[in-house]
């Protein structure tokens, strides 16, 4: 992987509060770099054994809920296996069941509702939405922590114009 991405995830590590360096730093590394954004468990333990990083997956699954607790990693809510998000900003998602397939809705809000729109007319009886209100959003005007201001699970400074008046 280019050293700019190992660099840049060390930083992202150390910035959440995290050590910065080791198995966590190499493995924040692989999924910057993963060609798919919406991993579980076992295709990060796929990708870990490709590039010969030496942790067990029970370890890799550890390391993937510590960097989404920290804010690094998104992690979709529902289903029987958790699905880990690259992209650790608030983004919506259309899931299709089957077959299996998970696409990022980066989009508008009138595209979004266009979209919902859409496939309510097409397929009002299997459309099933979730609005999730992410926590650190609403906890930010009590949250005073060293950590408050810079990092993305807080996300005070990133999103201070456009979540803390709407909510
Ligand atoms: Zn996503």
């Given at each position: 992987m280019p050293h700019t991405v190992g660099a840049a995830c060390r930083e992202e590590l150390r910035r959440a509060g995290?050590?910065?360096?080791g198995a966590q730093a190499r493995l924040l590394a692989l999924l910057r770099t993963a060609p798919e954004s919406h991993l579980r468990v076992a295709q990060v333990v796929r990708m870990a054994k490709e590039i010969g990083l030496a942790s067990t997956p029970v370890e890799l699954a550890g390391h993937l809920e510590t960097l989404a607790d920290h804010g690094l990693l998104g992690r979709l809510p529902g289903g029987a296996e958790p699905v880990f998000d690259t992209v650790p900003e608030p983004h919506s998602h259309l899931i299709y069941e089957d077959p299996a397939q998970i696409v990022d809705l980066d989009v508008s809000s009138e595209t979004l509702l266009a979209i919902l729109r859409h496939a309510l007319a097409e397929r009002p009886d299997r459309v099933e939405v979730i609005i999730r209100l992410r926590a650190g959003r609403t906890a930010v005007k009590g949250c005073t922590g060293?950590?408050?201001?810079?990092?993305p699970r807080c996300g005070r400074e990133r999103n201070q114009n456009r979540q803390h008046d709407a909510i």
């Amino acid at each position: 992987m280019p050293h700019t991405v190992g660099a840049a995830c060390r930083e992202e590590l150390r910035r959440a509060g995290l050590p910065g360096q080791g198995a966590q730093a190499r493995l924040l590394a692989l999924l910057r770099t993963a060609p798919e954004s919406h991993l579980r468990v076992a295709q990060v333990v796929r990708m870990a054994k490709e590039i010969g990083l030496a942790s067990t997956p029970v370890e890799l699954a550890g390391h993937l809920e510590t960097l989404a607790d920290h804010g690094l990693l998104g992690r979709l809510p529902g289903g029987a296996e958790p699905v880990f998000d690259t992209v650790p900003e608030p983004h919506s998602h259309l899931i299709y069941e089957d077959p299996a397939q998970i696409v990022d809705l980066d989009v508008s809000s009138e595209t979004l509702l266009a979209i919902l729109r859409h496939a309510l007319a097409e397929r009002p009886d299997r459309v099933e939405v979730i609005i999730r209100l992410r926590a650190g959003r609403t906890a930010v005007k009590g949250c005073t922590g060293p950590r408050c201001a810079d990092t993305p699970r807080c996300g005070r400074e990133r999103n201070q114009n456009r979540q803390h008046d709407a909510i």
